[in-house]
């Protein structure tokens, strides 16, 4: 995996950014079991609204068209278009491959639903990179490990995805570093730590890069999230 360099930080705007390149598609993924959680994520309130529709809303805020991945409740076609997995029982990378193949998007970027904290910033420094360097799969690293999601993909690396799905092996982070390795690239990683600190990335409520990724698998999860907006607003 590699990370280059971070250049001087200069402001730009999200919406811009990725609105005016029209290279880009963004898709919430949602279609998980939600079984640690007990009920469907996706509906879930959080800070006043369902989960899917804060998810929505990072993509919006970063300029992207947004489509739902692989959503298994009717009622999320209210928030936005869906697109169905290829098969039932795949996996996310099932959703990601029928993502990918619904759009002609040069970069797609796949968001969870449940990272209800993470910055539309982010999305569009890690869509900048992947831009300059054309890099196959490129995501965040946080106390310098890899995260899975979010990711921006190129359209170049679908056949290879689709190939580790058909083969069963569908975990999704080895299928974007096997994708990337018949590009002869590795997945490209930006540390979130590095871009607070250069101001290339902020938070809109001045929570810490630790807190970015946070995922709500539990309601536990839901109250200390939610707590960490409300210590911020205070």
Known sequence: MSSGPLEPAAPFSCRESSERMGDSAGFVLAGGESSRMGRDK????F??????????????EAGLPV??????????????PVIEDSGPGLGPLAGICAAMASTS???SVFLPVDLPLLPSSLIVYLLHK????????????????????????NRAILPMLKAELEAGRYGCFSAFQAAASALNQPISTVA?????????VNHPLG?????????LN????????EGLIAKRIA
């Open 105 to 107: 998007a040069k970069y």
């Open 47 to 60: 800070d006043g609204r369902p989960l899917i529709a804060s998810a929505i809303s990072i993509m919006r």
């Open 130 to 153: 992947a831009r300059i360097a054309g890099h196959a799969a490129i995501v965040p690293t946080v106390n310098g490990f890899a995260e899975t999601f979010p990711v921006v993909l």
């Open 67 to 80: 489509s739902i991945a692989g959503a298994r409740s009717p009622a999320l076609a209210e928030f936005a």
């Open 207 to 215: 929570l810490s890069p630790l807190r970015w990724l946070l995922n």
């Open 42 to 45: 996706a509906l879930l309130s």
């Open 192 to 200: 979130v730590e590095l871009l607070a600190q250069s101001g290339h």
């Open 218 to 225: 539990h309601i536990a999860d839901v109250t200390r999230a």
